[in-house]
């Protein structure tokens, strides 16, 4: 069912129609979204049921750092990168991705593939 969800093997993100038009972004575009706490990759879908300054990102995608680490881009578009690693009260453990402030462009740099679902690497031993 991923691949039925996802935009260009990356979760999806909902812009609004002026927006992307400003970013010169369009549907089926990768975009970089990033703050001060991360960046990650996205498929970009345009609609007008998203209102305008917002963006929407669901959360499902695997974390797929480029390089192993605290802020490595994330592949696939892991929102968690972007958010405080706090939950919501004392009795809750859900985290608090709901009022992400970040940016975003068009992604101009190599589009490296998803490696989450990739089997790892088995050392054989001497």
């Keep these: 069912i991923r691949n039925y969800a996802e935009v260009c093997a990356r979760e999806p993100m909902l812009i609004n129609v002026n927006d ?3 970013k010169g972004i369009a ?3 990768v975009v970089r ?3 001060d706490r991360g960046e990650i990759l996205v498929g970009a879908l345009v609609t ?3 209102p305008e300054h917002v963006i929407a990102i669901c959360e499902g995608a695997w974390y797929d750092p ?3 680490g ?7 578009g892991c929102i968690n990168v972007l958010t405080r690693d706090k939950g919501t009260s004392s009795i809750a453990q859900s985290n608090c991705g709901h ?7 068009k992604y101009k740099g190599e ?10 690497k088995i050392l054989q031993s001497l």
């Design 33 to 35: 979204v990033f703050n």
């Design 99 to 105: 009022t992400i402030l970040a940016n975003l462009e």
């Design 27 to 29: 549907t089926g575009d």
């Design 66 to 68: 480029e390089v192993l």
């Design 20 to 22: 992307a038009k400003a």
């Design 111 to 120: 589009i490296k593939p998803i490696t989450a679902f990739s089997k790892p």
């Design 48 to 50: 007008d049921i998203i």
């Design 70 to 76: 605290e802020k490595s881009l994330c592949k696939h």
